[in-house]
């Protein structure tokens, strides 16, 4: 989820590009750099931690260039492996936002011809492919490039000899911004809404030549015509692509994570190597918030796959008890990997004698330098406080370690992998739902509290559906497993507490209609949440949120995002502020 930003035109190019990567700071990086092209020269500077960071900046005198801000994936973040990467002459410069599946071995290929890298990145193998086809022709150069690249791309080059870049895109976004007389190429709109309103969105396999006052887009080497539009957004809208928050927008990004961290991970078989785990006896989660929650389900993969004992610890607890943990596999969960909690409890399993695994969103941070073993999400950088698509992808890459860790063959898991891969479309058929998620939330914004319940995977869902109403809503929220409110939380409930219900396809499912008999009659409403094909709920709930039928392994995925747009519009409707919640922060970096 790096920014990128190209220009040609009539003004200083590297004055044009910085301004236009500052638009895309709020997507998050770790580093940056510019390039442009001078009296036959490649000039180009390269620094980590935020454009902001210095006052001024000048590279070169120059009319085309390209930038990037780096959201590090491959090589940890550094100003060697900020972009843009050359190629060994120095002549070819190029960024890139995406993930080269097969730049290992293309590697491998470029050096044994001789080619030297500088750097760690997938990025480079690009720069080193376009020098070994350049003929004089950037674009057959970038075109025959393409032709050897898996995975997924937006990049721009350009070469020291000619006021001109070519840019491509595959699975990741570009956009060209038509000035009159000048050109920008970005990653995302608001880098663009400077300079100009009108834009040409780019399509996956289109190839894009920047000339001076001009441009051509080909498609399977033939030249096509995009519309070009006009964007009515302000800069803020744009930055939250249209959508009114970053949480909705996140929310909406699902799809997109779900592929890019199955991506990662699974192709014909899980690509995880489970050796950290070899002859561990039980594993202990150790984690915060919503990454707590995501441990609560991680256990109840693991148990009911693999067979495995399964503690699951607050980290801030965990530091008040300290078993032995020699046979013990620790895993931490956190997107942020700086959680001053789930670290130290990190740095005592480790003491303990625990092997550590880290699942984690941020390549380069702390969570990854601590753990002995780390295993990423691809959620991207995630701005608003609320978890949302990070939470789903820790989900993703659980199921793949709990498939892992069950020892099943290829062929027994089939049905499961099959079941993730079309997850995507799930969460989809989720996300077509949000108006009628919309109206049940928006009859839920004037009460003050509310009780989840669900009975097995679906007591964690339960807790993370309530965690998100909570900390955006401020409605009191609280989950219970079903089989607990005879305990004592039926004497919270009656009319002025709604009952949130999640349904699972499972054993458990009767015995949830049991229990939702048993709150209607205390008065309570009650939402359900259950597949397309439940019609039996309906008889006596309130309210039903339908999702896509899944196993119920993986309801944990489709009922979750149903519970976050209930939260997200049930906070809308209440008028509440979303993205930054009153007393909260993105990270909380203190004990
Ligand atoms: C979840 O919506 C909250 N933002 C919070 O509970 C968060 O999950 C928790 O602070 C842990 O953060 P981490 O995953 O970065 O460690």
């Known amino acids: 989820m790096c920014g990128i930003a190209g220009y040609i035109g009539f003004r200083r190019a590297d004055e044009v590009i910085i301004s236009a990567l500052k638009r895309l700071e709020y997507r998050g990086y770790d580093s940056w750099g510019v390039a442009v092209r001078h009296e036959n020269e490649i000039r180009l500077i390269k620094r980590m931690g935020a454009i902001g960071d210095e006052k001024t900046y000048s590279v070169a005198e120059g009319n085309a260039g390209i930038g990037h801000t780096r959201w590090a994936t491959h090589g940890k973040p550094s100003e060697i492996n900020a972009h843009p990467h050359t190629d060994c002459s120095g002549k070819i410069a190029v960024v890139h936002n995406g993930i080269i599946s097969n730049f290992q071995s293309l590697k491998e290929e470029l050096e044994s ?3 030297v890298f500088s750097s760690e990145t997938d990025t480079e193998v690009i720069s080193h492919l376009i020098e070994e086809f350049y003929k004089g022709d950037l674009r057959e150069a970038v075109e025959k490039t393409i032709g050897r690249l898996k995975g997924s791309y937006a990049l721009v080059v350009m070469h020291a000899e000619k006021d001109e870049l070519v840019a491509a895109r595959y699975k990741s976004p570009l956009v060209l911004g038509v000035g009159d007389d000048e050109l920008i190429i970005a990653s995302d709109v608001p880098a663009i809404l400077d300079y100009t309103s009108r834009v ?7 190839l894009l030549v920047l000339m001076k006052g001009d441009f051509e887009i080909f498609s399977d080497g033939r030249k096509v015509n995009r519309k070009v539009e006009t964007i009515p957004w302000s800069i803020e809208d744009a930055e939250k692509g249209g959508y009114e928050h970053f949480m909705l927008k996140e929310i909406h990004e699902i799809p997109r994570v779900i592929e890019d961290t199955l991506f990662e991970y699974l192709s014909d078989d899980i690509e995880i190597d489970i050796s950290f785990a070899a002859g561990v006896s039980e594993v202990t989660f150790i984690a915060c918030g919503t990454s707590y929650h995501a441990s609560l389900i991680g256990k109840h993969l693991i148990e009911k796959l693999a067979g495995i004992p399964v503690r699951v610890e607050f980290a801030s607890e965990f530091i008040y008890h300290q078993p032995p943990m020699h046979r013990t596999l620790a895993i931490a969960i956190t997107q942020s990997g700086e959680t001053a909690d789930t670290l130290e ?15 984690v969103n941020v390549l380069g941070s702390t ?9 990423y999400t691809r959620a991207g950088p995630e701005i608003s406080v609320a978890a949302t698509k990070s939470f789903i992808a820790q989900l993703i890459v659980l199921y793949l370690v709990a498939l892992k860790l069950s020892g099943m063959t290829k062929s027994e898991m089939e049905g499961l992998l099959d079941e993730l891969r079309i997850m995507p479309e799930l969460v989809k058929g989720v996300l077509e739902h949000e108006d009628e998620i919309r ?38 929220a609280e989950a219970y497993p079903a089989g607990e409110l005879k305990h004592g939380p039926f004497a919270l409930l009656g009319e002025r507490t709604p009952v949130i219900a999640s349904l699972t396809p499972d054993e458990t499912y009767e015995i949830m209609l049991g229990n939702i008999k048993e709150v209607k009659a205390r008065e309570s409403i009650v939402v359900a949440v259950t597949g397309h094909d439940d019609a039996e709920v309906e008889k006596y709930v309130d309210h039903v949120i339908r999702v896509p039928r899944t196993d119920a392994l993986f309801t944990a995925v489709t009922h979750s995002v149903a519970l976050q747009l209930l939260a997200y519009h049930t906070a809308k409707a209440r008028g509440c502020e979303i993205d930054k919640p009153r007393n909260l922060a993105k990270s909380v970096t203190v004990e």
Do not use: F
């Open 113 to 115: 011809r001789g080619h």
């Open 200 to 206: 040409v969105y780019l399509e996956d396999g289109d």
């Open 439 to 476: 109206a049940i939330a928006e009859k839920l914004s004037d009460y003050g509290n509310m009780m989840y319940i669900g009975r097995g995977i679906g007591v964690p869902i339960a807790m993370e559906g309530a965690l998100k109403m909570k900390e955006i809503s401020y409605i009191h």
């Open 345 to 359: 409890a990190m740095r005592i399993a480790k003491k303990l004698g625990a092997r550590t695994l880290a699942i």
């Open 367 to 375: 969570a990854t330098r601590i753990a002995d073993h780390v295993l």
